[in-house]
């Protein structure tokens, strides 16, 4: 049902000026005020669909329907929170809607169950000196990271998506996965741990000189 | 306290969040001082961390501004109405093309629920507009002059409003009606 609701309360004091103006011309009928609104999330956006939805294509339609939805009811944004957390919260929303629809969850559940398993032991210690961040100007590299998320399963890769990535804190990825702290923290650990066995051997060097080993496949 | 390697793997995640006590903090840094295995898990769960904190990891969707800037309803809504967009998305059904007004007032109406009003002349049939079950007209959405008394308010397209019998509102659709 629709909310109609008319509080005339004024946008109250912004945390964030800048964005307060923003939001402030989108609503006054400025369409080009929005773009720079939401430009600098666009990347945040399109992460936290690929966080719960494996395919590229439907995370890449979430995250476009999720900014039209952010311009609908922007009016409804309240400035006690970051436009740019409603906006992922509206993102992940939509996302878990699809998820649903797509009865994805049937296979790839993300409820609370079957965690606290086996604690996760690190299968590789290949010595891992420091990676310069400018070695992700190299689209190897951006290549080597994204199919190693794409590998974990969606419980671990969302949580380290939105912990990692998107920078939520601890309690805000509980709270948008709608899942404990607790698991939080260990799908967070487990997935670190995870990335790192499969990032180590190859950028050891800074560089992705050797592949990953294949799975099950010990390098030592 | 003393710490060993299980033990420090399990609490690496906590120690890179800070989220640990004085006293652990401390007992894993004595013992990955010491412990290349664990070094070597300590310092790459970071680059992990920091790596992926980039920025540039993810890789946007080739024309992905462009695409939802043409998603963007015609229509900014307004602060504190939810009907903006509502008034938008009727509007691109308009320009989609759909004309069938002529046919929804002429063929089977119901009997007008209200002879108080003028019959609808001039709707668009896409038009989305809110009906009460229990009232006799039908309204842009957010009028304030719709039937209340329920909570059983539709939201539906003008052509089958008027199908149903419903007259429109003198009051927020009057620029539609005759003069």
Redesign the interface.
Known sequence: ????????SAIPPPQNQREAALIRR????D?DA??EL??PY??RV??AA?ALLRN?ADA?DI???A??KA??????FRAEAKFSTWLIQITINQARMRQRKNHANLYDSLDDTHDGEE????R????????P?ET??RKEI?AL??QA?ASLGEKYRSV?VLR??E?LS?EETAKALAISVANV?TR??RA??M??DI??PA?RDGWPGHVPFQKGEKPW | MVVNC?EV??Q???Y??G?LSAELRQAIENHVRGC??C???L???R???????????????AN??Q???Q???LF???????????V?VAALAIVSGTFALGKATTSTVQALRSQHSEQAQKIPAAMMVEVAADGKTFHV??CKFIHQSSDK?R?IAAADAMRAGYVPCVRCLREYLRR
């Open positions: 049902m629709l909310s109609l609701s008319t509080a005339p989108t609503l006054q009928g369409r929005f773009t939401v430009k666009e990347r399109y992460a690929l590229e890449e995250a476009q329907e900014i039209v311009f609908t009811h922007l009016h409804q604690d996760y032991v690190p590789e210690f290949a010595d891992w000196r420091e990676t961040p992700l100007e951006r990271l994204a998320l380290f990692d990535i920078q601890i923290k967070l650990l670190r741990l990335l790192r990032l180590a950028l | 299980a793997w399990q690496i995640s906590n890179l969040d989220d290349k295995h070094t070597a898990v310092e790459g769960t680059n992990v961390v920091r790596l992926y904190g980039d920025d540039r990891v993810i890789e946007l969707p992905f501004t695409k939802w800037q998603r963007l309803p900014i809504p307004s602060k504190g109405t939810a009907y903006g967009w509502l938008a959405p957010g308010v939201l």
